[in-house]
């Protein structure tokens, strides 16, 4: 049975209005799901009703076995003390306390306050130093960061997180989603609910709500692929440019615009994000090697085989290089003598094909 069971779920308002119709959904244990849709498709009403935060006109729901219909408002209370997790947009902090007595607030609720406990987790968000700051002494970043070590602090099994940074600037937005890209590494299973694409491109799956129905499960489809494909060789130029690893990442264009896309990669191992620097993996320097070799082998085939113009051969070369499979492009590298630059002088990387030549 999947970790969460959502069958035929509906939320209606009066006899018309409905915040959900007929929505079912299975997540696994251990899965990243983004919940994605415009304002008002019923997102937030999802995420409250599996928080048991809100209860629906019809539908089961079904968490960890426990099937949510059967618990009284007592157990249901406990159920979302013990197995849950929250973080929202409005961070909800008691303004009179320190960060970390609404962290031990939350302690409270689910078995004894014990500050060590507290302090450590928010340690683990980097607010170490932050302790004893009352909120209003706390930057946006920061308070949405007491509260991932508040969502934290009962170990949950579930995290669910409504535009976890909506209120947040760029770096902000980073740093918690790289808390998110942790904790899913852990194995905590995450609903999210975002309406920005590059945030849900965070996550494993994305469920799009229309009008409070399900409209489409999707997985990262081929035109994010060519994105990290482009954003990898982004890497490599800016590397060979530099003429040295471990770039500056807010000087990096591409990066500012596909912050969520970053992380991902970072999580997935094609490139490192370290103290606010950027560098290739080995296996995204391998990937970025393959791909710029390709790229400019197809300009120089372009170039001696068609004599078009340099300014031509950047766009020529885009449009055929998808279709080359490694072995094609090996067949060009030797058909071309194995070159090593490109038409306007950029160095070419070698590839088998040159070894085997030698």
Same mark, same amino acid.
């Given at each position: 049975?999947?970790?969460?069971?959502?069958?035929?779920?509906?939320?209606?308002?009066?006899?018309?209005?409905?915040?959900?119709?007929?929505?079912?959904?299975?997540?696994?244990?251990?899965?990243?799901?983004?919940?994605?849709?415009?304002?008002?498709s019923g997102k937030s009403t999802l995420l409250n009703i599996l928080g048991c935060?809100?209860?629906?006109?019809?539908?089961?729901?079904?968490?960890?076995?426990?099937?949510?219909?059967?618990?009284?408002?007592?157990?249901? /209370?406990?159920?979302?003390?013990?197995?849950?997790?929250?973080?929202?947009?409005?961070?909800?902090?008691?303004?009179?306390?320190?960060?970390?007595?609404?962290?031990?607030? #939350?302690?409270?609720?689910?078995?004894?306050?014990?500050?060590?406990?507290?302090?450590?987790?928010?340690?683990?968000?980097?607010?170490?130093?932050?302790?004893?700051?009352?909120?209003?002494?706390?930057?946006?970043?920061?308070?949405?960061?007491?509260?991932? #070590?508040?969502?934290?602090?009962?170990?949950?099994?579930?995290?669910?997180?409504?535009?976890?940074?909506?209120?947040?600037?760029?770096?902000?937005?980073?740093?918690?989603?790289?808390?998110?890209?942790?904790?899913?590494?852990?194995?905590?299973?995450?609903?999210?609910?975002?309406?920005?694409?590059?945030?849900?491109?965070?996550?494993?799956?994305?469920?799009?709500?229309?009008?409070?129905?399900?409209?489409?499960?999707?997985? /990262?489809?081929?035109?994010?692929?060519?994105?990290?494909?482009?954003?990898?060789?982004?890497?490599?130029?800016?590397?060979?440019?530099?003429?040295?690893?471990?770039?500056?990442?807010?000087?990096?264009?591409?990066?500012?615009?596909?912050?969520?896309?970053?992380?991902?990669?970072?999580?997935?191992?094609?490139?490192?994000?370290?103290?606010?620097?950027?560098?290739?993996?080995?296996?995204?320097?391998?990937?970025?090697?393959?791909?710029?070799?390709?790229?400019?082998?197809?300009?120089?085939?372009?170039?001696?085989?068609?004599?078009?113009?340099?300014?031509?051969?950047?766009?020529?070369?885009?449009?055929?290089?998808?279709?080359?499979?490694?072995?094609?492009?090996d067949k060009i590298c030797t058909f071309l003598n194995h070159p090593r630059t490109c038409p306007h002088g950029?160095?070419?990387?070698?590839?088998?094909?040159?070894?085997?030549?030698?």
């Amino acid at each position: 049975m999947p970790f969460i069971n959502v069958q035929g779920l509906t939320k209606q308002y009066g006899s018309s209005i409905y915040a959900l119709h007929d929505v079912s959904l299975a997540v696994e244990r251990g899965e990243w799901v983004a919940v994605m849709g415009p304002s008002g498709s019923g997102k937030s009403t999802l995420l409250n009703i599996l928080g048991c935060l809100d209860s629906p006109t019809q539908g089961e729901i079904i968490i960890d076995g426990q099937k949510l219909s059967h618990l009284s408002k007592v157990d249901l /209370a406990r159920f979302r003390a013990e197995k849950l997790g929250f973080i929202f947009q409005q961070f909800h902090l008691v303004p009179y306390l320190t960060a970390i007595e609404n962290v031990m607030l #939350a302690q409270y609720f689910h078995s004894l306050a014990e500050e060590k406990e507290a302090a450590e987790a928010l340690r683990r968000v980097g607010l170490g130093n932050r302790l004893h700051h009352l909120p209003s002494q706390l930057s946006g970043g920061e308070q949405q960061r007491v509260c991932v #070590a508040r969502a934290l602090i009962n170990q949950p099994n579930l995290i669910l997180a409504d535009e976890p940074t909506g209120n947040l600037d760029e770096v902000n937005e980073a740093l918690v989603m790289g808390l998110l890209a942790d904790l899913h590494r852990e194995g905590h299973t995450i609903l999210m609910v975002t309406h920005d694409p590059e945030i849900g491109r965070m996550a494993e799956r994305r469920v799009n709500l229309h009008h409070g129905r399900l409209t489409e499960v999707s997985a /990262a489809p081929i035109q994010e692929d060519l994105l990290v494909d482009n954003l990898l060789q982004a890497v490599w130029r800016a590397e060979e440019a530099a003429g040295e690893r471990f770039l500056p990442a807010d000087r990096l264009r591409e990066f500012m615009t596909n912050r969520a896309t970053f992380l991902l990669m970072a999580k997935e191992g094609s490139i490192s994000l370290e103290g606010g620097l950027i560098s290739l993996t080995p296996s995204g320097q391998r990937r970025a090697d393959q791909l710029i070799r390709r790229h400019r082998l197809a300009e120089r085939f372009f170039y001696e085989t068609f004599g078009l113009d340099e300014d031509r051969l950047h766009e020529n070369a885009l449009r055929v290089e998808p279709l080359w499979t490694a072995p094609v492009t090996d067949k060009i590298c030797t058909f071309l003598n194995h070159p090593r630059t490109c038409p306007h002088g950029d160095p070419i990387p070698i590839g088998d094909c040159c070894l085997k030549s030698q």
